[in-house]
Nanobody, 121 residues
């Protein structure tokens, strides 16, 4: 099991920027692909961004492509989500998730508890 703790959420004006962090512990970080998801109040959880164990591959939802950047620091066992040009529609609870790199893509067994991002108009 990998324990994940998100941080960096908060209240920001539309057009502003925010950087989320997700600190991992409990297992070898480089064995895991990492991803960010978000869930707005009353909405289903949606995929935001993905990064492979060695940063060799990234993927983004169309709604955030060009505005968000996912990265990771394996030495610090931390994944980041840099969010620029924030919009009110980005308001949600953001979760990081870990997927063992030898399992099928898209399988995430470990999740953080989330950090709230609120973008005001």
């Amino acid at each position: 099991q990998v324990q994940l703790v998100e941080s960096g959420g908060g209240l920001v004006q539309a057009g502003g920027s925010l950087r989320l962090s997700c600190a991992a512990s409990g297992r070898t970080f480089i064995n895991y692909n990492m991803a960010w998801f978000r869930q707005a109040r009353g909405k289903e959880r949606e995929f935001v961004a993905f990064i492979s164990w060695n940063s060799g591959s990234t993927d983004y939802a169309d709604s955030v492509k060009g505005r968000f950047t996912i990265s990771r620091d394996n030495a610090r066992s931390t994944v980041y989500l840099q969010m620029n040009s924030l919009k009110p529609e980005d308001t949600a609870t953001y979760y990081c998730a870990a997927g063992y790199r030898y399992y099928r893509p898209g399988r995430y067994d470990d999740w953080g508890q989330g950090t709230q991002v609120t973008v005001s108009s």
